[in-house]
Nanobody
C-alpha cells in the first residue's frame, strides 16, 4: 500500500507563487516516476510535470514550462512543485501520482493523492 498526501495549495493572485509538496509513505517507490496532474471544474485531468525517483530528468506540459519546477527529495520520499507566475488558467485541484515509468497519461499512474486546491484570482 502506498499513500500520497499533497499539501501547499491555497489562494494566490495572478503573478504569484505557490509551492506544492507530496509526501509518500508505505512501500518503497525507488523505481517509480512521480507526476503532478491537475483538474479544473468541467475539464479532464491533465498532465503537469513528472520526475523519476532515480534520475534527474524532468518533464513538463507546454502550458507550464518555464513557470513550474518539479523537484524531489528521495531521502524524505517527497516531491515538490514550485509554481511561479500563476494565472487564472492554473486554477485546479492538483494531484500527485506514482507510475512505473514516466508518462503524461493519467491512466498509467498506479497511486494517487487526494489533491490540493489551487485558486488563482485575477
Amino acid at each position: 500500500q502506498v499513500q500520497l498526501v499533497e499539501s501547499g495549495g491555497g489562494l494566490v493572485q495572478t503573478g504569484g507563487s505557490l509551492r506544492l509538496s507530496c509526501a509518500a509513505s508505505g512501500r518503497t517507490l525507488g523505481s517509480y516516476a512521480m507526476g503532478w496532474f491537475r483538474q479544473a471544474p468541467g475539464k479532464k485531468r491533465e498532465f503537469v510535470a513528472a520526475i523519476r525517483w532515480g534520475g534527474g530528468n524532468t518533464y513538463y506540459a507546454d502550458s507550464v514550462k518555464g513557470r513550474f519546477t518539479i523537484s524531489r527529495d528521495n531521502a524524505k520520499n517527497t516531491v515538490h512543485l514550485q509554481m511561479n507566475r500563476l494565472n487564472p488558467e492554473d486554477t485546479a485541484v492538483y494531484y500527485c501520482a506514482a507510475a512505473m515509468a514516466v508518462s503524461t497519461k493519467a491512466e498509467q499512474y498506479d497511486y494517487w493523492g487526494q489533491g490540493t486546491q489551487v485558486t488563482v484570482s485575477s
